[in-house]
């Protein structure tokens, strides 16, 4: 049954569902380009991926929360401070918010 918990909204999909679709889509787009990288001895993987996920995340929850950053914050799970810490870092390295999206 869906309902409210502790101010927060239940999932609407099953965890097994969620993890499957997690691992059928970002696991199997993650092998591929660890194996790219990986063949042009590119190093430093970790940080290039994650880098790239969390502005993905970061702009994709602005989207959905039409800008608002408390909103996206609890979206992805993380504290507001959090979040405007990690969107104050993307500034520094030059990725610009517009409009409540990363560009």
Excluded: W
């Excluded at 194996?35 to 994709?60: C, T």
């Amino acid at each position: 049954m869906q309902g409210v918990t502790k101010g927060r909204e239940e999932p609407r999909e099953s965890p097994g569902k969620v993890h499957t679709l997690l691992k059928n889509s970002i696991g199997n787009s993650i092998d591929v380009l660890v194996e790219y990288l990986a063949d042009n001895n590119i190093r430093d993987i970790h940080p290039l991926i994650i880098g790239e996920v969390e502005k993905r995340l970061i702009s994709k929850a602005l989207e959905r929360s039409r800008g608002n950053k408390a909103q996206a914050a609890r979206m992805l799970g993380m504290s507001r401070n959090t979040f405007l810490r990690k969107i104050q870092k993307l500034t520094l390295e030059g990725i610009r918010l517009y409009k409540g999206r990363l560009t």
